[in-house]
Each structure stands twice: as C-alpha cells, then as structure tokens.
C-alpha cells in the first residue's frame, strides 16, 4: 500500500451518539496499487490517532468502538477505536466483497 494523504488537524468526533467539538487528530491514508501503479478503488487503510484526553468524562472509548470523526475539510470518516490511547483504524476491502463499493 502506498501512502497517499496525511491530515492533522482539529476535528469533531461522534461517539455513541454524542457529539465532541475540538479534538485533535492525525490521520494517514494508504491505497492500494496495481503493478501499473494505478489505485485499486476501496483497497485502502487508514491509521492515526485521535486525542482522547479531550473526551468528556461522560463517554468513554472501549477497544473496538466505533467513532465517527469530522475532518477540518469536511469529511467524515468512520472509524475503529482500537486502543486506549487513541489510535484508530479503518480498512476498505475494495469491490467485487460487497455491494457497498
């Protein structure tokens, strides 16, 4: 996989429903490439971290929740809390798996 974008910044995060305004995140997106070096579309990855401190003490993040995080730009990615530290993860599996892609 080839890395394609980083981001970091400042976003919004969804968690059980309830909204959480200034978190900070980094996020870094992989894509998947034929030998032609064209991308294989929905085989990606996307990793980073999420700044857990800011989360109110009301909700909390077990391993393996899933969290909606608003980018600066606008974008919404869902996503997979795997760790208590607040690192993320989430994987695409490309077309011709599923009728989503």
Do not use: F, N
């Amino acid at each position: 996989m080839k890395l394609v974008e980083e981001s970091e910044g400042t976003g919004r995060l969804t968690v059980a429903g309830q909204a959480v305004e200034a978190v900070p995140y980094a996020i870094r997106r992989y894509q998947a490439m034929t030998t032609g070096g064209l991308p294989v579309p929905g085989l990606h990855r996307i990793e980073g971290r999420v700044g857990v401190g800011a989360l109110p003490a009301a909700i909390t993040l077990a391993a393996e929740c899933q969290i909606r995080l608003e980018l600066e730009d606008g974008r919404s990615l869902a996503l997979t809390v795997i760790d208590a530290d607040g690192q993320v993860l989430a994987e695409g599996h490309g077309p011709g798996r599923c009728g989503c892609c």
